[in-house]
């Protein structure tokens, strides 16, 4: 299972492999989301979460967490538990660390609709993600 420290390195080298993280291709944040999920920190979650990206790179990406399996798909999906959206510009900075969920939101960067417990699920399992410098 992968740590926060290889986690962080993992994206780090994902977005320096890259170039400028800011024409980075979401489609590889989300697939390496996938390879570092933390299976053993879902047992017993089932949901669907809608990221809508805002901006030129941006567009609608489905997450979805089942039997401790984590698939994601471009476009919208029916019924999700929980929709987010903010602008692709600040979620790369989220992703990069630079930027932490909790101040997103309370800066209306970031909007919540739906179940608020998967929400914080979500951000409890990929807290890893860009967050140790």
């Known amino acids: 299972m992968p740590s926060a420290l290889s986690t962080r ?13 800011h024409l980075m291709n979401v489609a590889d944040i989300f697939d390496e989301m ?8 879902a047992t017993g979650l089932r949901a669907r979460f809608l990221f809508r ?32 959206s903010m602008d692709i510009t600040d979620f790369l900075k989220m992703v ?12 209306g960067k970031l909007k919540l609709q739906g179940d608020m417990d998967k929400a914080m699920k979500l951000q409890e399992l990929f807290a890893s993600i860009g967050t140790e410098r």
């Open 53 to 84: 990206l805002g901006g030129e790179q941006g567009g609608d990406w489905t997450i979805t967490i089942a039997d401790q399996t984590c698939s994601v798909t471009p476009g919208l999906t029916e019924k999700p538990d929980v929709t987010i």
């Open 96 to 107: 990069r660390g630079e930027l932490p969920p909790v101040v997103a939101f309370m800066q």
């Open 9 to 21: 390195v993992a994206l780090e080298l994902l977005f320096s492999l890259r170039g400028d993280a």
């Open 34 to 41: 996938v390879r570092l999920f933390p299976a053993e920190k």
